[in-house]
C-alpha cells in the first residue's frame, strides 16, 4: 500500500515564521486522535493486507540511541504518521527513537489520510512525522509538477516548509515513488532488460504494460512517462504501444499479474515488499521522469530548538532507510502479518540503534 494517490489531495500554503509550540492536548489533536482511533476500530488495510497497528510498541533500552544528557523528566513529544503499511513501520521507529531518547512519547501514529496528519504537524499538536518530499511539494504546497533530482527537492521542501515552522532532517536514501518492473524470469527473454529505454528496443508486442488507473490518467503518469522516453500511446509505428497492449487493473492485481505473466511490464511503487517476495526487478528510470519521494522525518521546528539533540537521533537512523530495507520491513508486515511495531522493533535492534531491555 502506498501514498501516491496523495497527489490528489490539495491543502493551502501558509505563511507561518515563527510558531511557538502548542499546548497539549489541544482540541485539534484530540478530534484528529479520535478520528483516528475510529478509523483504526473499523478500518481494515485491505491493500495491505492486515490490521491497522496500535498504539503499542514494545519496551526499548538505549543502544547507539541514547538518554539525551540533561533532558527534563517532564520531556515528551508527540509522533504521528498515516494509516499505511511503510507510515505505520515508520513511525514506530520515530516513537522507539524518542523513547531511547528519554522523552515520554505520545504515539499518534496510524491517522488516517496524509491530510489529517499534515493538520496535525501544521497546527504543531504533533512534533515529528516521516514524510515523502514529493507528497509535500506536489500535494500540501501545491506545486504543478515533481523535481526528479533528489536533492533539489528535498531542498525546495525544506525551505518552503520552514516557513509553516517545520525543520525538515536530512533525507534516506529510499525514494517511494513509480517504477515499472518485469518478472524476475523474463529479464532475459526481453533482452536483459534493465532500464526503460531498455523497452524502446523490444518488438511492438513485447511492450505489454499493467497499470493502475489513476497512473494512466495522471499528468506525470502513463502517458507522459511513455512520451519522455520516445514512445506514443495508442499509436501504429515503430514506437506504438497499441492501447491493446495496456491492462488497467487494481493497484494490488497489478503485481500479481505482472508475477504471472499477463504484461511484461509492471507499474509498482519502488518500496513495496511485493517486488521482493513475487520476485519483481525494477527497472532504473535512467530519464529521471519520475518525482523524487525521499522520505525524510519533519520535526517541530519549536520542538527542535527546545530538543537540538533530536536532529543526531534521527539523523543516525535515516541513512539506513535504503529502498532494499524498506521492501523487506514491509514484506514482513504485508506478507508474513507481522505487528509494524515487532517489525520496526526487531530493525532497531539489529542496527543497534536501541537494546532488549
Not at 115 to 144: K, N, P, Q
Request: some cysteine; charged content about 25%; proline content about 5%.
Amino acid at each position: 500500500m502506498t501514498d501516491h494517490s496523495r497527489t490528489q489531495e490539495r491543502t493551502t500554503r501558509a505563511d507561518v515564521p515563527d510558531v511557538r509550540r502548542a499546548s497539549r492536548p489541544s482540541a485539534r489533536r484530540r478530534v484528529l486522535a479520535a478520528a483516528a482511533v475510529a478509523g483504526a476500530s473499523a478500518l481494515v488495510l485491505a491493500g495491505c493486507g492486515l490490521q491497522p497497528a496500535a498504539s503499542f510498541v514494545p519496551g526499548a533500552a538505549p543502544g547507539s540511541i541514547h538518554r539525551i544528557d540533561d533532558l527534563p523528566e517532564a520531556a515528551s513529544i508527540t509522533v504521528t504518521s498515516k494509516n499505511f503499511t511503510e507510515q505505520l513501520v515508520l513511525g514506530k521507529i520515530a516513537v522507539l527513537a524518542a523513547k531511547a531518547a528519554g522523552f515520554d512519547v505520545t504515539d499518534e501514529t496510524n491517522v488516517p489520510g496524509s491530510v489529517a496528519v499534515r493538520e496535525l504537524m501544521t497546527s504543531h499538536d504533533a512534533d515529528v512525522t516521516w514524510e515523502y518530499t514529493g507528497t509535500a511539494w506536489l500535494t500540501f504546497m501545491a506545486h504543478e509538477q515533481g523535481i526528479p533530482d533528489k536533492t533539489e527537492q528535498w531542498q525546495a521542501v525544506k525551505q518552503e516548509d520552514a516557513r509553516n515552522g517545520l525543520t525538515w532532517l536530512e533525507p534516506a536514501p529510499m525514494n517511494n515513488t513509480y517504477a515499472f518492473a518485469v518478472r524476475d524470469e523474463a529479464v532475459a527473454e526481453l533482452g536483459n532488460v534493465k532500464t526503460l529505454s531498455d523497452i524502446t528496443k523490444l518488438p511492438v508486442d513485447q511492450r505489454t504494460f499493467c497499470v493502475e488507473s489513476e497512473f494512466n490518467s495522471r499528468a506525470d503518469g502513463f502517458k507522459p512517462m511513455l512520451e519522455k522516453y520516445g514512445l506514443e500511446l495508442g499509436g501504429s509505428g515503430e514506437n506504438a504501444v497499441p492501447n491493446g497492449n495496456v491492462s488497467i487493473l487494481d493497484t494490488g492485481t497489478v503485481y500479481t499479474a505482472t508475477d504471472r505473466g499477463k504484461c511484461n511490464f509492471g507499474e509498482v511503487f519502488t518500496t513495496d515488499g511485493r517486488i521482493k517476495s513475487l520476485g519483481l526487478t525494477v527497472l532504473q528510470d535512467d530519464r529521471a521522469f519520475f518525482p523524487a519521494y525521499n522520505v525524510a522525518p519533519v520535526i517541530d521546528s519549536a520542538t527542535l530548538r527546545e530538543y537540538p539533540q533530536l536532529r543526531g537521533v534521527y539523523d543516525q537512523i535515516s541513512p539506513k532507510l535504503t529502498d532494499a530495507v524498506l521492501q523487506e520491513l514491509n514484506r514482513q508486515v504485508d506478507v508474513e502479518g507481522r505487528e509494524p511495531a515487532d517489525v520496526a522493533f526487531d530493525w532497531m535492534v539489529r542496527e543497534g540503534f536501541i537494546t532488549k531491555p
